[in-house]
């Protein structure tokens, strides 16, 4: 009974398989543990299924005290808030909220802060707004695909 206890939180939610990769996966508790190679294969799904493709923000070096552009839509020069979904993938948002009523849903995110155990807002994760939907008056985020001229697809 002893050998089995140890390997448990090895054990892969998904396939079922123990790999030492196995952990808590995303940034919100998913409550469930998943190897490498599941998590990758899950998040990549639920990117594609939420237009989230945009590629991650660079991070700063420290040593460089050069000026850092805001980004851009590669396609219409627009500015895009770029953030990390609560799989770990990155979307890029509109710089402005909208009333739900004037955005379709499939392009509703909110964003989201993810508090550190010291209560200190650490950072902020876009989060997929699905389920319930909001009244016509609350404040979404819309995708950047939705408003520019190119990215519809």
């Not at 196995?22 to 998913?30: A, F, Q, T």
């Not at 990758?40 to 799904?45: D, T």
């Not at 807002?121 to 819309?142: E, H, K, Q, S």
């Amino acid at each position: 009974m002893g050998a089995i206890r140890g390997r448990e939180r090895y054990l892969c939610h998904q396939c079922g398989e123990v790999n030492p990769t196995v952990r808590d996966r995303g940034r919100i508790d998913l409550m469930n543990r998943l190897c490498e190679t599941c998590w990758n294969i899950l998040a990549n799904e639920m990117a594609i299924a939420d237009g989230a493709t945009a590629s991650p923000r660079p991070d700063p070096d420290p040593d460089d005290a050069s000026w850092i552009e805001p980004p851009t839509c590669p396609k219409c020069d627009a500015l895009v808030r770029k953030y990390p979904t609560s799989y770990d993938r990155w979307v890029d948002l509109a710089t402005m909220e909208l009333p739900a009523k004037d955005v379709p849903e499939p392009f509703r995110w909110r964003l989201m802060r993810l508090p550190d155990p010291f209560h200190v807002v650490t950072d902020i994760v876009a989060v997929r707004v699905r389920g319930v939907d909001p009244l016509p008056g609350d404040p979404v985020m819309p995708a950047h695909r939705m408003m520019c001229p190119w990215g519809k697809s």
